[in-house]
């Protein structure tokens, strides 16, 4: 069971470009989230999705956007890479148990030059 | 504002015992959760307490007081491999995921 993958690991990439990591689940979750995590901060939602079809902004939407054609995939894509962006990306989702635990990708390096 | 504040790094022996703690300011509780992160890695579920008590599992046990804002995770027989960070999060009344910044646990032989 692949669970979610993330592509790709790591990427260097110079400011101004546009980027887009993908993910993709097996769980068929409905739910699905992108964070960055950044050193000495809590994860910060970018974006969510509740089920195929809708979306959502988090806590940091800027620069990003998001789509949800089916229940599978939740790339994230950035329009305009500037440094700030530079962070480790984590696609998760979830499902409609009890506890509605996340289950994450490993997660995509970007650093923005 | 919403907050969760926890200790940045705590340093423990093998073998030992060590309490992880956990306070939080939200808007509305709907759960609690602890996940484990080790360097590199991604998160990965630990712990979910949704009413007040301790639930144990294994090694590992977790604690909250909802009229306190106060959780803890407790882990005992301390092995090498629980060297990881410990995060924090809090299900608001939007059933968002407030995160906080993780607990960095050095465990020494």
């Known amino acids: 069971i692949a669970g979610i993958t993330q592509a790709p690991t790591s990427q260097i990439l110079a400011a101004g470009r546009r980027m887009t990591l993908r993910c993709t689940q097996d769980m068929r979750h409905n739910a699905m989230y992108w964070y960055r995590q950044d050193l000495g901060l809590g994860l910060r939602l970018i974006h969510y999705s509740n089920t195929a079809g809708t979306t959502g902004k988090g806590e940091v939407p800027d620069g990003y956007s998001v789509s949800r054609a089916n229940t599978d995939d939740f790339p994230l894509t950035l329009a305009s890479a500037v440094p700030s962006q530079t962070s480790v990306y984590f696609c998760a989702s979830s499902d409609e148990g009890e506890t509605g635990e996340l289950f994450f990708g490993e997660g995509s390096r970007l650093t923005v030059l | 504002g919403q907050n969760i504040d926890q200790p940045t790094e705590m340093t423990a022996t093998e073998g030992a015992i060590v309490q992880i703690n956990c306070t939080y300011q939200?808007?509305?509780?709907?759960?609690l959760f602890w996940y484990q992160q080790h360097a590199g890695e991604a998160p990965t579920f630990l712990s979910y307490n949704v009413l007040d008590g301790l639930e144990e599992k294994g090694r590992f046990s977790s604690f909250l007081s909802r009229s306190k804002g106060y959780s803890y995770l407790l882990l005992k027989e301390l092995q090498m491999k629980d060297s990881a960070s410990y995060l924090c999060a809090v299900r608001d009344s939007n059933y968002q995921l407030i995160w906080g910044a993780g607990t960095k646990l050095i465990i020494k032989p």
């Open positions: 939200t808007s509305g509780f709907n759960g």
